[in-house]
């Protein structure tokens, strides 16, 4: 079994592509895909967390990456639809 680093930063922070542990011509290839955006050899926090997500669909489950980034993406939205749900709750109290 592969081990793969978590990284827990806010938001907003950026973390530098060197500690990601991720052959840099694979960052390339997903740069290009949109998946990551790599600015000045550092990567968003959600994006790292975001890749980590789709690393461990493909590694433990066997999806392919382009599924993983489709599952990835569409937890994230389902994430937002339950937030916007008790927002919406809270409002009607």
Do not use: C, W
């Amino acid at each position: 079994m592969r081990m793969l680093r978590i990284y827990y930063h806010t938001a907003h922070d950026k973390l530098p592509i060197s500690e990601l542990d991720i052959h840099p011509d694979f960052l390339d290839m997903l740069e290009e895909l949109g998946i990551v955006d790599i600015k000045d050899n550092y990567i968003e926090s959600q994006d790292s967390r975001r890749l980590y997500k789709m690393l461990r669909l493909k590694e433990f489950l066997g999806v392919n990456f382009n599924g993983a980034a489709v599952i990835v993406d569409l937890l994230q939205r389902i994430e937002e639809l339950e937030e916007e749900i008790e927002r919406l709750k809270r409002e009607v109290r």
